[in-house]
């Protein structure tokens, strides 16, 4: 179990964890294929993205 203080320091960045994928054993929510235009997904993705540092978004 995670001390409060490691919950407390927020997400992993440097470096960011492994994907670890999904598990079979448990149970998640059903993949969705959202219907956005080519403007809305890059604005999600922009939205998403101001949650991280520039220098671990990579690519962008």
Not at 4 to 19: A, I, K, T
């Amino acid at each position: 179990m995670s001390s409060l203080q490691e919950l407390c320091s927020g997400l992993p960045l440097r470096p960011l964890p492994e994907n670890r994928g999904r598990w079979a054993g448990v149970p998640h929510a059903p993949v969705r294929t959202p219907g956005l235009s080519p403007a809305e997904e890059q604005l999600a993705l922009r939205n998403a993205l101001r949650y991280f540092p520039p220098d671990v978004q990579g690519g962008r």
